[in-house]
């Protein structure tokens, strides 16, 4: 498995690494604190109580674009999906120049 080491703020040591179905209960928290964090500022129908599905989820990572982010401890604190390939979802937005790649970003610091 490969890991990247990404340095954040001083001191903190984060590694970047491919997720695997083994995260998934982690992922689902994260997925879970950032609906919560959007919700209370503003941005309660983005993803609104289920989003994003865990079928998804479960594709992105059989497919190798769902990565995590480890801290020191080696805890999950981020979740995010890089894609390679165009996302249908994205193919229709008509404010703006449009989005053809997808990267979603769940954080959750605890």
């Not at 954040?8 to 604190?33: I, N, S």
């Not at 919560?36 to 674009?65: F, H």
Request: glycine residues 10%; aromatic residues 10%; proline residues 5%.
């Amino acid at each position: 498995m490969v890991k990247y080491d990404v340095k954040g703020k001083a001191g903190d040591g984060l590694v970047v690494r491919r997720a695997v179905e083994g995260d998934l209960p982690r992922m689902t928290e994260v997925f879970e604190a950032a609906r919560r964090y959007m919700a209370a500022n503003g941005n309660p129908t983005q993803w609104g109580s289920s989003s994003p599905d865990i079928k998804l989820v479960v594709n992105d990572i059989s497919r190798g674009d769902s990565y995590v982010i480890e801290d020191e401890k080696g805890r999950i604190i981020a979740t995010f999906a890089l894609m390679t390939m165009p996302d249908h979802h994205y193919t229709f937005i008509t404010d703006g120049p449009g989005w053809i790649y997808m990267i979603s970003l769940s954080i959750l610091r605890i």
